[in-house]
């Protein structure tokens, strides 16, 4: 069996199990819903994932210990895991496939020379590195953004499973929404084509993960290498090498990602290329090929773009209002510490309400998950806390429903806060229109509830109206210019100097008719005026009580800029965001 | 023979990368055992706030407060220490003492607005000789700029003379701190470093009338810890006053009333606003100490609300009778 | 250099031993690794949910488990909040959710062989025994039979359910099972079927997670032996149509020929137990009630004639109790006398 042949098979495999994760990483109980399935598996596995995130906090999340795996056996083998487990990987693997197949052998040999553009992912990885290690509160995880597995779960989350899915709806019983998230498919999708250019363009010279694992591979037991020192150099190995590394020469280990293609297209009958312990008789160098120019440039450029990034003062006094996040999420600064922005709590969330947040909420939080109460089934639903149950990574910690809620150990400490919900009184029907609705009041969860309301009787326009003849419980007017029946919805009250309030049964173009379990105090003489009311009640937010879960603002009828809106201040995971003293 | 040789050396290689290879297995297997987090972040956010440490020692029944009367500063204070049970029961040798006394304004000793320096410079000594303090540093956050109080105050030549540091107040020593059930000190910097690093704070105040406190003595003192626009509190400057002795617990304050100003304080700046009351007061206790330095002004305990507060929060006594002073006199 | 165009010529190569063997090894790797995710996956018993958003114990494995011979399932299990009750039993919402209601697990279980034949079940999680038990009682169908079944023709008897936690009607099951409330409602009174649902029944009940009985207090079941089997209720609010009720039980005695009602309620003490005795009466005489006096020789009981029918309220200690529309005065008392004594006795102990 060839080596090449299990190659393919494992690539085959570990996509498979990823679109696999990525399917059934859907809210439920059933054998292609969530369970217990490891959906977070590749994101563990990921060692700059774990890396980033010790940089950041100083400790290694448990559920990140997975990648010491992987680091031991890069470090035993070289870097297996790009083309044997990588999902991107396999991707561009198989595009690059694609885009070479109908070139000559000599084409393809030139398309996978080394070229020196290859060391820029070293200087991505240092960069990123770099920011992640800033001292103290100053840290940011921003690996996630070029990170290959938070990148293809957050491209197939976010994008590939909702339009797969969209017309079918067996995942999601409704269409899901992503917002902003044409810039992560432009990213996908140039990144996937760029395999036409150059195969494998991105692992050859953007990928940071590579990188990483190029430097752990520097010491690595077994490596490929030719077995003598001369052979007819056809180049043939370099056909279909996947890393660019340039096997008839000096070998370079740190791009070599074992895809064993040398191995397998070498036309001399005793096979020179090896998988060996010693090292290339024909020359290797291990170190990635960095120049120290490069080296200090990235170094500073990390070093800069932190504070530089942070004079936008995004996670102090300027923070933005809209930015809620989900919960469970830790504290602003600590939670940029951690995000990976792989989407999963997104992917998860089964009201579709977590989106990915914009360029608007700052550099540092592109993409990572925020609320958006318009978009999706309803705002935060109480009794869920999937997204704090999957983060990978402790950015939103796992939470239990009594914490959540305030119920049971968490009775002292109060429910868990998004935000707080404001009524716009500019806006809302029962404010500024004269509508009756109380659909915000009727939808809040919480008990007792955040809205409550206050009876107001307003006057409707041109409600002032001249009695001429009271009839029993009908006052005739002497206007006549009213629509019959309109104020029989239950709604409309007649006033009649002030003191007395009827409900109104029915109404014709001139005459109102009152319920008949008021009796008139004292007949309305013809020629006194009496008031068309319409009874309100006015939402008014109860600050203690208010969670910020979003179900008023989604259902709020004014249904573009909602008349009821959530926004961050309040929320319960920031100290200096509090509301009430 | 060349062939043999260069197995060798390609053994060696092996042998030399194996090892690297090991060794970075091992690193990377202690970083993720020593960094292991099985618990996750807590809810709570990392806080830089700060908690000023608690300098008081153990009171002595009888020993808390002492009143000398005497025209001799440095002999006043002397005895007055000792009649509490001498410096050395307050400083152990080769601690580290901080001495906070009034450098608020750029203000000649004269003028009385200020500590007077040749009483930091003995309590210093004291320090130094008698006690065998390691390091003592004098520390103020002024209201004026800080490094024209410290000259014009003289306290700063003083202090340099006696063998202390002077600790100018920047802005990187200061830490955010909050005082549990405190109205106003929440969220707010204090001049933390130095006091990070002591072992014992004695505060060293004049005693003045005051426009808006009506008294400023040992209590008030302490303002010159506070950071920030501090100013804000003077708007209920009873309660604030009050708090600043519930967040720092000093060793020791010593008041000097040797010359108190009693009209136009605290920054007077007239000779007459000065009158000799010849008195200088050592107390562990510092609202005991101002409950008694108020008399000097012609107050009584009552005209200071700030001194029921602190009472009921705590912090202090307003009866400094309660605590049996010792009286003396020294000529 | 042979260039060919497009396809690259591959040559035959053996592959070495050492590659076949590696690669295989490495094939039985992946293999062992795709084994390793799957299987939990299948594993019931071993398998905790990472997303656990509702009840800590979901319901809904157990009950797609239990299916009668010849069965299957119609539809998926549907589960009902306390904020969607309304949308599946509608005006009957109020009063599940106001006793205590937590979920409702509820589906179909149709024949196999005949399309007509179909049980509906519905589970209620009551929070807690003494709310499923309420809910139960209070519903209870007036042409409620025993729940003795005949599971075969030519077996014994035997009895499902204690009496008081279960009976059936002609085509349905009802019980209660720690913190919940069972109702089987089958499609037609069928023999056939309602083995099925017997079935059901019994495995249902014997793997619910929930497995305590509610206990009655001793003194109904001793106060006369003309308890009526099966006849205990237990309000968790207005009993009797008085708000003051909660935690309050009812049993029906047959004295001489006619039903009389004991009402028997537990306070946190003395005190609280005289003004509700106390407010009960004065609630009786707002809605018409006449007191009358008659020798009861009970301390502070007090006797009232509601249109015909007889109350009488009294307490005992912390506990509050009486008889309900009694027939005739001598009935009451001599039952209000039997149950004070056993109240008293039970204090005394």
């Known amino acids: 069996m060839k080596i090449v042949t299990v190659r393919r098979i494992s690539q085959i495999f570990f996509f498979t199990l990823f679109v696999w994760f990525c399917i059934v990483t859907t809210y439920g109980g059933k054998f292609w819903q969530l369970r217990n399935w490891p959906v977070n598996l590749f994101l563990s596995l990921d060692p700059l994932v774990a890396l980033g995130t010790i940089l950041t906090t100083h400790t290694l999340y448990w559920t990140l210990l997975w990648a010491l795996l992987t680091v031991i056996l890069t470090i035993i083998f070289g870097r297996f895991f790009c083309s044997w487990l990588c999902p991107f990987g396999s991707i561009h693997h198989f595009f690059g496939y694609l885009g070479s197949r109908k070139k000559t052998a000599a084409q393809k040999i030139k398309l996978n020379r080394y070229r020196k553009a290859q060391s820029i992912k070293y200087f991505i990885l240092i960069f990123l590195l770099i920011t992640a290690a800033f001292p103290s509160l100053a840290a940011t995880l921003q690996t996630g953004l070029l990170d290959p597995i938070p990148l293809v779960t957050r491209s197939f ?9 969209g017309s079918v709806n067996i995942l999601s019983v409704s269409q899901r929404f992503y917002d902003t998230t044409f810039v992560i498919f432009a990213i996908f999708l140039a990144a996937v084509l760029l395999n036409f250019v150059i195969p494998r363009f991105y692992c050859r010279f953007i990928c940071p993960l590579g990188a990483l694992f190029a430097v752990l591979s520097r010491f690595s037991i077994w490596r490929i290498g030719k077995k003598t020192k001369t052979c007819s150099n056809c180049k043939f190995c370099e056909q279909h090498c996947e890393g660019a590394c340039e096997p008839s020469a000096d070998i370079k280990i740190s791009e070599c990602v074992l895809c064993f293609n040398c191995r397998q297209d070498c036309k001399t009958k005793d096979n020179v290329i090896r998988y060996q312990v010693r090292p290339s008789l024909a020359g290797e160098v291990t170190n990635p090929d960095i120049s120290r120019r490069g080296f200090v440039l990235s170094l500073a450029s990390g070093l800069l773009a932190v504070p530089a990034v942070r004079l936008a003062g995004k996670i102090k006094a300027n923070w933005p209002h809209k930015l809620i996040r989900p919960p469970g999420s830790l504290a602003e600064p600590e939670f940029l510490k951690r995000c ?35 978009i999706g089934t309803s705002g935060c639903q109480l009794n869920c806390i999937a997204c704090s149950q999957i983060c990978p990574t402790a950015a939103i910690r796992k939470i239990t429903i009594d914490e959540k809620l305030g119920t049971g150990d968490f009775v002292d400490k109060g429910p868990l806060k998004l935000g707080t919900a404001f009524v716009d009184r500019n806006r809302c029907l029962s404010w500024a229109f004269d509508k009756p609705c109380i659909v915000c009041e009727e939808n ?5 509830k955040a809205i409550f309301t206050r009876e107001y009787f307003s006057t409707v326009r041109d409600g002032l109206l001249t009695v001429k003849k009271v009839v029993g419980n009908t006052i005739e007017t002497v206007e006549n210019n009213l629509t019959l029946d309109k104020f029989a919805t239950g709604d409309y009250y007649c006033s009649l100097d002030g003191s007395q309030k009827g409900k109104i049964v029915t109404n014709t173009n001139n005459a109102i008719t009152i319920s008949k379990e008021v009796k008139f105090a004292k007949i309305p003489a013809e020629g006194s005026k009496i008031h068309i009311q319409v009874r309100l009640q006015r939402p008014y937010v109860d600050i203690e009580r208010c969670i910020g879960c979003g179900i008023c603002e989604h259902e709020c009828p004014v249904s573009g800029k909602k008349a009821i809106r959530v926004s961050a201040e309040g929320e319960s995971r920031s100290t200096d965001r509090k509301l009430l003293l | 023979m060349n062939e043999k040789n260069e197995q060798q050396l390609n053994r060696r290689r092996f042998l030399a990368r194996a090892v690297k290879a090991g060794l970075s297995i091992a690193a990377a297997g202690v970083i993720a055992k020593t960094l292991y987090d099985r618990q996750g972040p807590s809810a709570q956010p990392p806080s830089d706030l700060v908690t000023i440490p608690d300098f008081s020692i153990p009171a002595v029944q009888g020993r808390t407060i002492s009143i000398v009367k005497g025209p001799d500063r440095v002999k006043t204070v002397d005895k007055a220490i000792d009649l509490l049970g001498g410096i050395e029961r307050f400083v152990k040798p080769n601690e580290t ?15 009385g607005a200020t500590a007077n320096p040749g009483l930091v410079a003995e309590v210093i000594r004291l320090c130094y000789s008698r006690a065998k303090a390691k390091r003592v540093y004098i520390t103020d956050n002024p209201i004026n700029n800080p490094a024209s109080c410290f000259t014009i105050s003289q306290i700063g030549k003083a202090a340099t003379q006696a063998g202390a540091e002077v600790i100018l107040p920047k802005l990187n020593l200061f830490r955010p701190t909050t005082l549990e059930k405190s ?41 010159g810890l506070l950071g920030g626009r501090r100013n804000l509190f003077h708007q209920d400057i009873n309660t604030i006053i009050a708090e600043l002795v519930m967040l720092v617990k000093p060793t020791l304050v010593i008041l000097d009333g ?8 605290p920054t007077g700046g007239s000779f007459s606003d000065l009158k000799r009351t010849d008195t200088v007061i050592a107390s562990c206790d510092p609202v005991a100490a101002d409950s008694f330095g108020c008399s000097l002004l012609g107050l009584k305990p009552a005209d200071l609300p700030y001194l029921a507060k602190a009472q009921s929060a705590g912090a202090g006594t307003a009866d400094y009778q309660s605590l049996k002073p010792i009286i003396a006199n020294v000529t | 250099m042979a260039q060919t165009r497009g396809k690259t010529t591959r040559h035959h190569r053996k592959v070495s031993c050492g590659e076949s063997v590696i690669s295989i090894f490495l094939l039985a790797v992946l293999f062992i690794i795709g084994l390793s995710i799957v299987i939990p996956q299948f594993n019931l018993k071993t398998s905790s949910t990472i997303v656990t958003p509702d009840a800590p114990k979901s319901l809904d494995s157990l009950l797609d488990s239990i299916v009668p011979d010849g069965f299957e399932p119609l539809s998926e299990i549907a589960v009902y909040s306390a904020e969607n009750l309304y949308e599946k039993i509608d005006g009957k919402a109020p009063f599940y959710v106001d006793s205590g209601f937590e979920m409702l697990y509820t589906s179909w279980l149709k024949s196999k062989n005949n399309e007509q034949l179909m049980f509906e079940f519905y589970v209620y999680d009551m929070a807690e025994p003494a709310n499923a038990f309420s809910v139960f009682s209070i519903q209870k169908r007036p042409d409620a039979l025993p729940p003795t079944i005949l599971l075969r023709k030519s077996e014994a008897v035997g009895a499902l359910f204690e009496t ?24 037609a009174e069928s023999e056939p079927l309602f083995n099925a649902m017997t079935e059901f029944a019994k495995q249902l009940s014997a793997e619910l997670p929930d497995q305590r009985q509610f206990s009655f207090p001793q003194q109904l079941i001793t106060a006369g032996d003309n308890l009526i089997p099966g006849s205990i209720k237990f309000y968790t609010g207005n009993a009797l149509g008085f708000d003051g009720f909660d935690n309050t039980f009812t049993a029906v005695y047959n004295i001489d020929g006619s039903n009389v009602t ?28 006449e007191e009358k006096s008659a020798d009861i020789s009970i301390d502070k009981a007090r006797l009232l004639d509601f249109y015909g029918t007889i109350e009488l309220v009294f307490n005992n200690g912390p506990v509050v109790a009486g008889i309900h529309e009694a027939d005739d005065i001598e009935t009451a008392v001599r039952l209000a006398r039997l149950l004070n004594v056993i109240l008293k006795t039970d204090t005394e102990k």
């Open chain 2, 183 to 223: 109205k106003y000190i929440r969220n707010w910097p204090v001049l933390y470093e130095p006091l990070a690093k002591a072992d014992k704070l004695i505060g060293i105040a004049p005693v003045k009338s005051h426009s808006r406190a009506a008294a400023s003595m040992s209590m008030k003192n302490f303002y």
């Open chain 1, 444 to 448: 809040c969860p919480v008990s007792p």
């Open chain 3, 164 to 187: 008081n936690f279960g009976y059936r009607t002609e085509n349905a099951i009802f019980f209660v099972k720690g913190k919940y409330y069972i109702e089987l409602i089958g499609s």
């Open chain 1, 157 to 165: 989350n976010l994008i590939l499973m909702p339009i797969a899915d």
């Open chain 1, 340 to 374: 990976i922005k792989c989407g999963q709590c997104m992917r998860i969330c089964p009201t579709n309400v977590l989106q990915p947040a914009g360029l608007d909420k700052g550099l540092e939080a592109l993409w990572t998950p925020i609320l958006n109460n318009r």
């Open chain 2, 258 to 265: 040797t010359e108190t100003m009693v009209t136009n304080g």
């Open chain 3, 262 to 289: 004991i009402f028997l309620s537990e306070r946190p003490d003395e005190k609280n137990a005289e003004q509700l005795a106390e407010g009960y009466c004065k609630f009786l005489i707002n809605t018409g009630a």
């Open chain 2, 97 to 111: 003492v901080v001495i906070k006394p009034n450098v608020a304004f750029t203000s000649v000793p004269a003028l």
